[in-house]
């Protein structure tokens, strides 16, 4: 079974300044998707930022970026230019290709403070 | 485009009550999950639902828990008798069947508080 590790349970960043927030995960799978989920106090959980794990190249949204590593099995997300809104827990996922087990497998969560 | 629409919101309820909680997923889309979220940590699938079947509950605690989804729209997760360690956010998801880009989109969940 595929597991995700999030390593980091706080991070804090300055606004304006920018934050990289880790995760790690363990599949013996060739091919597979990559998420980062953004989870504000009001409990909604918003996709930030999606990875093909047959892309090599990290994908980029506006201020939102990854470093995706498939061989450190590694996938952490770099935030640039932080905002207050972008207060919130922050959750790495996986999938697998298999449609049979198309759920996300989730870590547990870093937990984002941003001070003005 | 409405959004998945979950509730209650909030229940407080005595141990040894049932309860339920109701979800309805955005139009269209097939797949329909119930994750289970305990406070400060990430959601872990409960069920699975493709249309009306459920093709993966195996980490339903299937004693106290039952899921159904009669239709294959909207489903009810209900929870007989409550226990105090259900205290925990119920989430519902859904995702398009036949999108290829596995994203879930997910409602603002049910806090459940068992005492």
């Known amino acids: 079974a595929q597991t995700v590790t999030q390593s980091q349970p706080e991070m804090s960043v300055q606004e304006a300044e920018t934050v990289t927030l880790s995760c790690t995960y363990d599949?013996?799978?060739?091919?597979?998707?990559l998420f980062w989920y953004k989870q504000p106090p009001s409990r909604q959980m918003i996709l930030v930022i999606r990875?093909?794990?047959?892309?090599?190249q990290n994908a980029t949204e506006n201020r939102f970026s990854v470093n995706f590593q498939k061989a450190a099995k590694s996938f952490s997300l770099k935030i640039s230019d932080s905002q207050l809104g972008d207060a919130a827990m922050y959750f790495c996922?996986?999938?697998?290709?298999?449609?049979?087990?198309?759920?996300?497998?989730f870590g547990s969560g870093t937990r984002l403070q941003v001070q003005p | 485009e409405a959004g998945v629409v979950q509730s209650p919101r909030y229940k407080i309820i005595e141990k040894k009550q049932p309860v339920a909680f109701w979800c309805n997923p955005i139009?269209?889309?097939?797949?329909l999950y119930w994750y289970l979220q305990n406070l400060g940590q990430g959601p872990e699938l409960l069920i699975r639902?493709?249309?009306?079947?459920?093709?993966?509950d195996s980490q339903l605690p299937k004693d106290r828990f039952s899921a159904e989804r009669l239709k294959g729209v909207d489903s009810t997760l209900k929870i007989q008798p409550a226990e105090l360690g259900d205290s925990a956010v119920y989430l519902c998801?859904?995702?398009?069947?036949?999108?290829?880009?596995?994203?879930?989109?997910f409602g603002e969940g049910s806090r459940l508080t068992v005492l």
């Open positions: 998801a859904s995702s398009s069947q036949g999108g290829n880009t596995g994203e879930l989109f």
């Open positions: 599949t013996s799978e060739s091919d597979y998707y």
């Open positions: 990875q093909e794990a047959y892309k090599q």
């Open positions: 996922a996986y999938r697998s290709p298999d449609t049979g087990r198309r759920a996300l497998t």
């Open positions: 139009s269209g889309h097939n797949t």
């Open positions: 639902y493709e249309n009306e079947e459920a093709v993966d």
